[in-house]
């Protein structure tokens, strides 16, 4: 009885290990195909390189102009009816990342974002667009500022296509990381332009 339970247990968990590679290589392909030709743009900095000073914050040492980047984005999916924007510090020694920027609710007929678009400097957002509650503790973008000393930090910014006009959520409130949960389930695409920042 022991020596059938065994060969089935292993067999079991053969079937598992070699279904995770495979599941992975389905969701990589799946995402490949979502964002075919969606792609996202910044006149701030280019993909992969520094980000300049007028995006990087001011305060906690960091003399920067805090204003957030400029972006642009084209060649959404059919059935887009808004937009939504992270900007994401994986490497903050934090355990959890860094949340720096978050805009959601942004109707599908915008395709770009001017610099300083955020309500902490220039405040051209569209009107039905709201910013999350950032790790900054405050509502809107702030810009890179890692500690001295370590390797440049890279600042993912990333461009959501979604399948509703509208994400019932309250901007005092949202975190980076509930705004990202809710966009999981409501996006049809996205593009994301990476840029790197240190000091």
């Given at each position: 009885m022991k020596s059938k339970l065994s060969v089935r247990l292993l067999a079991f968990l053969l079937m598992t290990i070699s279904a995770v590679p495979l599941a992975q290589a389905e969701e990589a392909a799946g995402m490949a195909e979502n964002n075919n030709g969606f792609t996202a743009t910044s006149?701030?900095?280019?993909?992969?390189?520094?980000?300049?000073?007028?995006?990087?914050?001011?305060?906690?040492?960091?003399?920067?102009?805090?204003?957030?980047?400029?972006?642009?984005?084209?060649?959404?999916?059919?059935?887009?009816?808004?937009?939504?924007?992270?900007?994401?510090?994986?490497?903050?020694?934090?355990?959890?990342?860094?949340?720096?920027?978050?805009?959601?609710?942004i109707p599908a007929n915008v395709s770009a974002l001017s610099e300083g678009a955020s309500k902490t400097a220039k405040n051209t957002l569209p009107l039905t667009a709201s910013e999350i509650f950032t790790d900054f503790g405050s509502t809107g973008y702030g810009g890179p500022c890692p500690p001295v000393g370590d390797n440049p930090h890279h600042?993912?910014?990333?461009?959501?296509?979604?399948?509703?006009?509208?994400?019932?959520?309250?901007?005092?409130?949202?975190?980076?990381?509930?705004?990202?949960?809710?966009?999981?389930?409501?996006?049809?695409?996205?593009?994301?332009?990476?840029?790197?920042?240190?000091?």
């Open positions: 006149a701030s900095f280019k993909n992969g390189e520094s980000i300049g000073n007028s995006s990087v914050f001011k305060g906690f040492g960091c003399e920067g102009g805090n204003l957030s980047p400029q972006l642009s984005w084209k060649n959404s999916p059919a059935g887009t009816k808004s937009y939504a924007i992270t900007m994401y510090d994986p490497d903050a020694p934090t355990g959890s990342g860094w949340w720096h920027w978050g805009v959601y609710n600042y993912i910014l990333t461009v959501y296509a979604l399948k509703t006009d509208k994400l019932d959520l309250n901007p005092q409130t949202t975190t980076g990381a509930l705004l990202a949960f809710m966009l999981r389930d409501n996006t049809l695409a996205k593009a994301t332009i990476t840029g790197r920042y240190g000091r």
